[in-house]
Nanobody, 125 residues
Framework: VQLQASGGGLVQAGGSLRLSCAAS????????MGWFRQAPGKEREFVAA????????YYADSVKGRFTIARDNAKNILYLQMTSLKPEDTAIYHC???????????????????WGKGTQVTVSS
């Protein structure tokens, strides 16, 4: 399983960015996908997850209403649209995946089996 995140960058507070994650080596539609982030000196934290079909989406309270997770199963790509960005959103963002055909699992927030190299998001005040 290979996951490659892209789309990070430097943006001013209040701005927007869209992250992408290209997946290969998997039957994409059989996998739950997620975004996690890690800021310097902090623990990795869950950001959002989307079930295999795209019907179920779940967010951390800190990003709810500002971030939108989506997937394109035909193109094997995961997205994270980030709006109203805040300096505290600054982190390295990683996409992750796990073979799972369910609609929801409370375990998703704690991590997944496969991880990609992250992309840096920096929000200036």
């Amino acid at each position: 399983v290979q996951l490659q995140a892209s789309g990070g960058g430097l943006v001013q507070a209040g701005g927007s960015l869209r992250l992408s994650c290209a997946a290969s080596g998997v039957t994409f539609r059989n996998y739950v996908m997620g975004w996690f982030r890690q800021a310097p000196g902090k623990e990795r934290e869950f950001v959002a997850a989307i079930n295999w079909s795209g019907i179920g989406t779940y967010y951390a309270d800190s990003v709810k209403g500002r971030f939108t997770i989506a997937r394109d199963n035909a193109k094997n790509i995961l997205y994270l649209q980030m709006t109203s960005l805040k300096p505290e959103d600054t982190a390295i963002y990683h996409c992750a995946s796990e073979e799972d055909n369910s609609t929801y699992s409370a375990l998703w927030e704690y991590g997944m089996d496969y991880w990609g190299k992250g992309t840096q998001v920096t929000v200036s005040s």
